[in-house]
């Protein structure tokens, strides 16, 4: 079933059956006739450009002919208006086709650039609107190796062979027909030695097309690999991990190696053999052509300019040769990002969102009906079927061991996922219905890992709001007690955080991310162990400020200390994807809703001294 | 955003970039060297085609006497099936050499980068440093296949060619040279232009990966804030800035191309011009002219190609300036010269001795003369407010960065004293953040420590309390982790770096917040086996609570980078007032929730 190959999934399989290939090429060549379709106008101005380019360097042999059969004659006589006339001829079609190359290089070379931008956007604004489910199962490096090595092999397609290939094409369409204008009998004969040039083409496409799809794998999994590196680099280098990784990217190396030295080799067999015919038909043609002029059936300025010809004519098959290759290996890049573009957002945009009610300044009511979810059709159900009512203002702690489904209600809330069953709802309004920008606009998640851009800590807080001013930054900086760490730094809000925040501290960091979540100043606030990495006295002024902060929004709080806990309103103990407890924390610990709460607050106040 | 840590515009001569090529090529010169041979070897029989055919139209033709016709004709083929061979040898030479010095370049590179100290990665871009180890490592290999070769070969083809037309006839060997002149100056000119737009674009290109790699990475901090738009609309203006770079490159490279194909024509109309007046002369035979002409059309392409050529050469001289700034970067945390051996026993004997410390580039001290002593068996907590350097302090123990001042002991042996390796079999860490790698959850756990057996694994993660989690997962131990595999939550990855630092009982353990982000029950289990661990090792705990306190010996109060109290924890919460600031909050929240 050829529906099986829809998106990523061909990716990971090296041998894919004569249907499916057909189907993931038409699927490149969809891509590829989308990108140029807006600069059609410029696809052919620039195929007019190599056009009359040709022509005026195929007028060139022909001048040289004339010179040599009516030219020498003349000057012989004394006249020689006619040789200045081919030599002023000539020179004025070298002239015109430089200029014409000019012109012909900046054409094509914006219309690459162009294809690539649109390219590069289309991957980049897909990829962000994936869901999350999408990229925690597809791998960082692999994005990014779309937008990367596989760009790149689209662009050395683009920038050195297009033009190579269209030259290449019209020459010998041109050259064909002025050999067969100078003598068809003999220009057959050239073409005859065609036939074997066509199937052995065919022959290097198919075998390439599968041979880079190796080299573009291959790559891919060394980014992979080096991405993967580079991030944990404190953990490689503490666990001595550095020869085992070696190890690792040694072989992946060589399988690109591998890939690489089949390519090529491929190559090498190709143009050799269109080399070859090319040669050999010279060879005939000359012996044909000396007899014919010998027995007088041809002109010796006929079988001169045949032959310059002839050569012109081998000559741009290489060319169509190292085109075949870059698109064979472009295709194959092709072929992965069209799948990538493929792949449709799980979590969508709707056609026709509804607004969100005006807001009321006291946070927005969340519901949950008939809400059950599960990561994939095969995989067990993480929270079976359950309603749930958050009042608008409401703060609620979720409570619960590792692993028991609190985050994934928090990341429903958040519209990460949406529910497999039932409908997650703000104010009514289910989320599937919401703008994108008006749910970021109401409801913001700060999850457990703080993750910092490079650039200044200003930058990393104003990702909350980016229309913020300088004033608001530090204002919720202060907010959530960042403020002083922030101010101690040598150039203060300006410090740069260098990789991940690497000049940070990890209770750094998720203040950083606390006081972004703080500046976005949404209506709904739900904050994923957000606050795991502070210390106490830190903690506490977070929580100083969440107390004033959430007064007037609802907030989802999930939390292990129970010190975080108690200054909910409410409390929902989930075990297993279920909410086993619900209710005030006062209430809780006194154990009448089953005691799990009471048991986790007597275990807490114990650990405390 | 930040433009920290590249290191642009350093200008070097492209040559001198080229020239630190040497030491990988060194072991591929005899194939580049047969590999030229056969471009030069396939292009002398192209040369000579045209002579042959000179003969046929002079000899047979002109004659009319067909005798030796076959014997010529037959010459051109076996010329012609020796070049296209010759083809097809040049590319067979050239495969391994090409692909065999990229794998060497990314490999040494990868190793270097492995040994970099953790200082020099916080600075430097991450898809700067992937750039160079992908585009331009394969921009150099393009570069060895093809331009390398090319170059030298298109001049020497152009000067044997030029020589050629001298003895075919000395006037149009001299109006040839003369075309070929301003070759010279074409490229100089170009030269300067194209190289430093290749730098701009090539840092360009590594900037965008920097943005498509924060992007994915940050995909959830993204979607949580609905900022991917704005990412994206910063990845398309740096896209337009790569693209402008780029379209001023194709300019320059078009008006060197269009100026070096006039040189031929020029030439080769001046053979037309001399050459047929020379024949009216009769100082000149039609077969010398049509020779002449054939040989200034076969120099055309060794003449235009130099522009492309040197374009590609521009690249890699780029491509090899950027890959060497991050080869030269100093490996400052290097095995000692002769390494002191591990005491053996080792007993775990960690001194810290007026130990200082400051990032690179940076004026403020973040440790200032710490002294603490840990003896072997003990467990130390280091506590303190958040950024008061106990991280940094923890980074000095397995040198993922050296003391700026001061020293740091096991054993009575300086840490900088002891072979890397041996110092980081002894010292294990469990980072904050815990990082896993795309392996088994076996090969995860075993990672750091030498000869671990399947017991040793299991019996890590049970004092991780990861055993019962491990074992529902698809395939238990063997299951596939980290990004390429199997994702799993804060608290589980939490637990599995933690088996990770115990297994194998190391001498020195150093924890950095290791509970964080366990709840509460699962917390006070993983407590109560890791101080069975404990109890055998020397410790260094990192903790923000009273309960992870609880399971040092000792404590030591870290502020503003000076340890200002230590004791025990009752001692202190007793007797010191910051301490009690940093870990009895609680207490009132216990009240609160009691009244």
């Known amino acids: ?609 | 955003m930040s433009e920290h840590g590249d290191h642009r515009h350093r200008r070097g001569s492209s040559l001198a970039a080229l020239r630190r090529l040497g030491p990988y090529i060194r072991p591929v010169r005899g194939r580049m060297i047969g590999s030229g041979l056969a471009v030069l070897g396939s292009m002398l029989c192209g040369l000579t085609i045209p002579l042959v055919i000179q003969q046929i139209l002079d000899g047979p033709v002109a004659s009319g006497d067909t005798a030796s016709l076959p014997w010529l004709v037959l010459a051109v083929a076996a010329l012609g099936a020796t070049e296209a061979t010759l083809f097809f040898v040049r590319r067979k030479l050239m495969i391994g050499p090409g692909t065999q010095v990229e794998a060497r370049m990314r490999t040494d590179l990868y190793r270097h980068l492995h040994r970099l100290p953790v200082s020099f990665h916080d600075g430097w871009q991450s898809g700067q440093l992937l750039s160079r180890a992908v585009t331009d490592l394969s921009t150099l290999r393009r570069f060895i296949v093809f331009a390398a070769i090319f170059l030298v070969i298109n001049s020497l083809i152009l000067v044997i060619g030029l020589v050629v037309l001298f003895l075919l006839s000395p006037v149009l060997g001299l109006i040839s040279l003369c075309c070929a002149a301003p070759l010279i100056v074409f490229c100089t000119i170009f030269e300067s232009r194209y190289s430093a737009l290749a730098r701009r674009s090539q840092d360009q290109a590594g900037d965008l990966a920097t943005t498509v790699e924060e992007s994915v990475l940050g995909i959830r901090v993204l979607k949580a804030f609905g900022r991917g738009p704005k990412l994206a609309a910063m990845f398309a203006r740096q896209a337009r800035e790569l693209r402008h770079t780029e379209l001023r490159m194709v300019r320059v490279m078009a008006a060197l191309w269009a100026a070096i194909i006039m040189l031929p024509e020029l030439s080769i109309a001046g053979h037309l011009l001399f050459g047929t007046l020379a024949i009216a002369n009769g100082t000149m035979t039609v077969g010398t002219l049509v020779a002449a002409v054939t040989v200034a059309t076969y120099l055309r392409w060794p003449t235009d190609s130099i522009g492309w050529l040197l374009a590609e050469t521009n690249r890699a001289a780029t491509a090899s300036q950027r890959y060497w700034e991050v080869r030269d970067a100093p490996v400052t945390i290097t095995d000692p010269d002769r390494p002191r051996p591990l005491s053996t026993p080792v007993r775990g004997h960690l001194r810290f001795d007026n130990v200082h410390f400051r990032h690179p580039g940076s004026g403020a001290e973040v440790l200032r003369g710490i002294t603490l002593d840990v003896r072997p068996g003990e467990t130390v907590a280091l506590v303190g407010p958040t950024g008061s350097g106990k991280t940094t302090l923890t980074a000095l123990v397995p040198r993922l960065a050296d003391v700026t001042g001061g020293r740091i002991t096991i054993d009575g042996v300086d840490v900088r004293k002891l072979a890397l390796s041996d110092l980081r079999s002894v010292v294990a860490t469990a980072f904050e953040d815990a990082v896993l790698f795309s392996a088994s959850v076996r090969e995860n756990v075993a990672m750091g420590a030498d000869g671990t057996t399947e017991a040793d694994v299991r019996a890590a993660l049970r004092i991780a309390k990861a055993e019962e989690f491990v074992e529902a997962l698809p395939w238990g131990l063997a299951t596939r982790i980290g990004e390429q595999g199997l994702s799993l939550s804060g608290g589980q990855r939490q637990r599995l770096a933690l088996a990770r630092a115990v297994v194998g009982r190391p001498a020195v353990l150093v924890l950095d917040d290791p509970l964080s982000a366990l709840d509460v029950a699962t917390e006070a289990e993983v407590e109560h086996a890791l101080r069975s661990v404990l109890r055998d090792v020397t410790a260094l705990v990192v903790a923000h609570r009273p309960s992870t306190v609880q399971l040092a010996d000792r404590v030591a109060l870290l502020d503003g980078g000076v340890i200002t109290a230590i004791g025990t924890h009752s001692h202190l919460l007793a007797n010191n007032k910051d301490y009690r600031t940093l870990l009895s909050t609680l207490d009132e929240d216990r009240d609160e929730v009691m009244a």
């Open chain 1, 1 to 609: 079933m050829s529906t099986d190959w829809r998106g990523v999934a061909a990716e990971e399989v090296d041998e894919v059956d004569r249907r499916t290939g057909l189907m993931l090429q038409a699927r490149s060549r969809r891509l590829l006739a989308s990108l140029l379709r807006p600069h059609l106008a410029r696809v052919a101005l620039a195929l007019a450009l190599v056009v009359t380019e040709n022509v005026a360097s195929l007028a060139g042999p022909l001048m040289v002919a004339a010179a040599i059969d009516a030219g020498i004659p003349a000057a012989l006589g004394g006249d020689t208006t006619v040789l200045l006339w081919c030599v002023g001829g000539y020179l004025a079609a070298a002239l015109g086709s430089a200029g014409l190359r000019y012109l012909f290089l900046n054409v094509s070379g914006r219309l690459g650039q162009d294809v690539l931008i649109e390219l590069r956007q289309r991957i980049f604004v897909h990829a962000q609107r994936l869901s999350l489910s999408f990229h925690e199962s597809y791998t960082s490096g692999k994005v990014i190796s779309r937008l990367t090595s596989d760009i790149d092999a689209i662009k050395d397609m683009l920038d050195e062979s297009i033009e190579g290939m269209l030259s290449a094409l019209l020459s010998v369409v041109g050259i064909g027909i002025m050999l067969m204008v100078l003598d068809l009998p003999m220009a057959l004969l050239v073409l005859v030695g065609f036939l074997p040039l066509i199937l052995v083409t065919r022959w290097f496409y198919r075998r390439s097309q599968h041979t880079y799809r190796g080299t573009s794998a291959a790559i891919a999994k060394i980014i992979v690999q080096f991405v993967e590196t580079m991030n944990g680099i404190r953990a490689v280098q503490a666990f001595r991990r550095a020869d085992r990784n070696e190890s690792i990217m040694g072989e992946l190396n060589e399988g690109f190696r591998d890939a690489n030295q089949r390519a090529f080799g491929l190559v090498a067999t190709f143009t050799m053999t269109v080399r070859m015919v090319g040669n050999l038909s010279l060879a005939l043609v000359l012996a044909i052509g000396a007899a014919r002029v010998i027995g007088g059936g041809m002109e010796l300025g006929v079988l001169t300019a045949f032959t310059l010809y002839l050569r012109r004519f081998y000559d741009p098959l290489d060319d169509m040769a190292m085109f075949a290759n870059a698109y064979s290996s472009a295709s194959a890049s092709l072929e992965k990002i069209s799948g990538l573009l493929e792949e449709s957002p799980e979590v969508n945009e709707p056609a026709d969102p509804v607004a969100l009610p005006a807001r009321s300044g006291g946070g927005r009511a969340i519901s949950f009906t008939g809400v059950s979810f599960r990561y994939g059709p095969d995989t067990p159900v993480v929270l079976p079927e359950f309603d749930l009512t958050v009042p608008a203002g409401q703060t609620v702690a979720l409570v619960g061991a590792t692993g028991a489904g609190k985050s994934t209600i928090a990341k429903l809330v958040a519209r990460f996922y949406d529910p497999t069953t039932g409908a997650v709802a703000l104010d009514g309004v289910d989320l599937r219905r919401i703008a994108d920008a008006d749910l970021r606009g109401a409801a913001v998640m700060v999850t457990q890992e703080a993750f910092l851009f490079a650039g200044s800590v200003a930058d990393n807080i104003g990702l909350g709001r980016p229309d913020a001013t300088r004033a608001e930054v530090e204002a919720a900086a202060r907010a959530v007690g960042a403020a002083e760490f922030v101010e101690a730094l040598p150039e203060g809000y300006d410090t740069d955080v260098r990789k991940r925040g690497g000049r940070l501290s990890a209770g750094q960091r998720q203040l950083v991310a606390f006081a972004r979540a703080f500046l976005a100043d949404p209506d709904v606030l739900v904050l994923d162990e957000a606050t795991s990495s502070l210390d106490i006295p830190t903690e506490r002024a977070v929580q100083a400020a969440l107390e004033s902060v959430l007064a007037d929004r609802t907030a989802l709080i999930i939390a292990h200390r129970l010190s975080t806990v108690l200054i909910a309103d409410r409390v929902l103990v989930v075990e297993d994807g279920r909410i086993v407890e619900d209710g005030a924390p006062a209430d809780l610990v006194d154990g009448r809703a089953g005691g799990r709460f009471a048991t986790l607050h007597r275990t807490w106040l114990e650990s405390l001294v």
